[in-house]
Every structure is written in structure tokens, then in C-alpha cells.
């Protein structure tokens, strides 16, 4: 049985509401047994005591699947390599003891780095959703810039060009907003 909650607010659209389709096929998500992915990416300006989102998007399984089948094997291998060198699994799952899970424990640290988001100038957020509700297995989960940025030095040069694809396809904004994207 998986541990499910409503989809908190930090994954509804930046503008309110739910994401509620698919940015690849533009299937509907919010059906009961629909699994779709969440993602969105935040910059932070403790100073100011604001965020604000850089982009946001869900995908469902079908189109996650198929964008991660583009990706190159070299890159698949090192990513999971790194993730399981680095990522504490056991604490993950202690996280739904005693058989619940408190959102803000999820999210509050870096799965990789263990350091606190509060303290990351940019992080990504991750969910996995079915319907309207939020799923708690590995995910959901933050990941900081620093992180990010680990990751992104482990893609091989065919897995950049999708992604970038990818990005230029579904995300615009200035300049500035463009070339942070293609970094992440």
C-alpha cells in the first residue's frame, strides 16, 4: 500500500492550481489513476525573504519513460551510480515511520548533500503524483544547486542535446532565464 496525501501547495502551479497535463502529449493528469512526475525549479533570495519559480511542469510515466529511453546509457549509468553513492535510502524510508509522512520532511534537504534547501540558491523539487494526490515512495524530493550542478558535469554530450531540446521546446524567458535553463 503507498502512502498518499494531497498534492501540497509547493507543487501547484506557481499561479495557483494543479499542473494537470502532461507537457508532452498533453494528456490529462488529474484522473484517479493517472502517475505523472512533478518538477519544478526554484531560485531563492534569502535576503529578500522570496523564491521565485524558474519553471515547473508534470509529465506522466509514458512521455518520463520515453524521454529517459533518449538519454544516453553512459549518462543513465553515472547518474544512478551517483545517486546510489550518494543518496542515504534507509533514511529515506524511515521518513514514513510510523507508517506516515510529514511533507516538510521530505523536502527540506537535499537527497544528495543532506544540506538544507533554506541554504541553496537553487534547488528542484520532485514529485511522483497520481491523480490529486502526492505519492510517498523516493519521492518527493529536493535536490540543490550544488547538486545540480554534480549531476550535470555526469551527462555525456547526446544526453545535453536532449535535454536542451527539450528546454528550447516547452520553457522561454529572457535571456538569463535561457541560459540557466540549458546549465540544469
Not at 502517475?35 to 523564491?51: A, C, G, N, Q
Not at 511542469?57 to 547518474?79: G, P, T
Request: charged letters at 30%; hydrophobic letters at 35%; glycine letters at 4%.
Amino acid at each position: 500500500m503507498r502512502y498518499t496525501s494531497p498534492i501540497p501547495k509547493v507543487f501547484h502551479k506557481s499561479d495557483g492550481g494543479l499542473l494537470c497535463a502532461c507537457i508532452m502529449c498533453n494528456k490529462s493528469l488529474l484522473q484517479p489513476a493517472m502517475d505523472y512526475l512533478i518538477e519544478k525549479t526554484v531560485r531563492s533570495f534569502p535576503e529578500y525573504k522570496k523564491t521565485e519559480v524558474i519553471f515547473e511542469y508534470a509529465m506522466c510515466l509514458v512521455c518520463a519513460e520515453a524521454m529517459r529511453n533518449e538519454l544516453s546509457a553512459e549518462s543513465k549509468q553515472r547518474i544512478e551510480n551517483y545517486f546510489r553513492e550518494n543518496v542515504d535510502f534507509a533514511k529515506r524510508q524511515s521518513l514514513l515511520q510510523p507508517r506516515r509522512a510529514i511533507f516538510s520532511h521530505w523536502i527540506k534537504e537535499c537527497l544528495v548533500t543532506g544540506e538544507s534547501i533554506k541554504n541553496s540558491k537553487e534547488y528542484s523539487l520532485y514529485g511522483h503524483a497520481c491523480g490529486k494526490k502526492l505519492i510517498y515512495d523516493l519521492f518527493p524530493y529536493a535536490i540543490s544547486g550544488k547538486a545540480m550542478e554534480e549531476v550535470n558535469e555526469l551527462l555525456s554530450e547526446k544526453t545535453r542535446e536532449v535535454l536542451d531540446d527539450f528546454i528550447g521546446k516547452h520553457f522561454s524567458g529572457p535571456p538569463e532565464v535561457a541560459e540557466l535553463l540549458k546549465r540544469r
